[in-house]
Nanobody, 126 residues
Framework: QVQLVESGGGSAQAGGSLRLSCEVF????????VGWFRQAPGKEREGLVG????????EYASAVKGRFTISRDNARSTVDLQMDSLKPEDTAMYYC???????????????????WGRGTQVTVSS
């Protein structure tokens, strides 16, 4: 079992930055793949990026590649999402999630994630 808690959401101006953090509580022997997702009102949940348990491999969605950066600190049990060059269309509820595997199977598909945090709101104004 894994529990996830997001923090760091808030408001920013277009072109600004925010950093989200996901604290990952692992109660099994397997450190999981962790992904970040977002969901805007009236839209489907969108996969942004996934990172393997080791932190050595990640996969980004084209919508955020080059602007968002994921990092993982297993000593602190955190997976952070640095968001730069923010746009109004980045406004959404942001979630971190965990797979039951240490590698990432289909990192951008929510179907492969079985544990979810409660989310943190990000609002970007123009």
């Amino acid at each position: 079992q894994v529990q996830l808690v997001e923090s760091g959401g808030g408001s920013a101006q277009a072109g600004g930055s925010l950093r989200l953090s996901c604290e990952v509580f692992v109660f099994t022997d397997t450190n999981p793949c962790v992904g970040w997702f977002r969901q805007a009102p009236g839209k489907e949940r969108e996969g942004l990026v996934g990172i393997t348990a080791s932190g050595r491999s990640s996969e980004y969605a084209s919508a955020v590649k080059g602007r968002f950066t994921i990092s993982r600190d297993n000593a602190r049990s955190t997976v952070d999402l640095q968001m730069d060059s923010l746009k109004p269309e980045d406004t959404a509820m942001y979630y971190c999630a965990a797979q039951q595997y240490s590698h990432c199977a289909n990192a951008l598909s929510s179907t492969y994630y079985n544990q979810w945090g409660r989310g943190t709101q990000v609002t970007v104004s123009s």
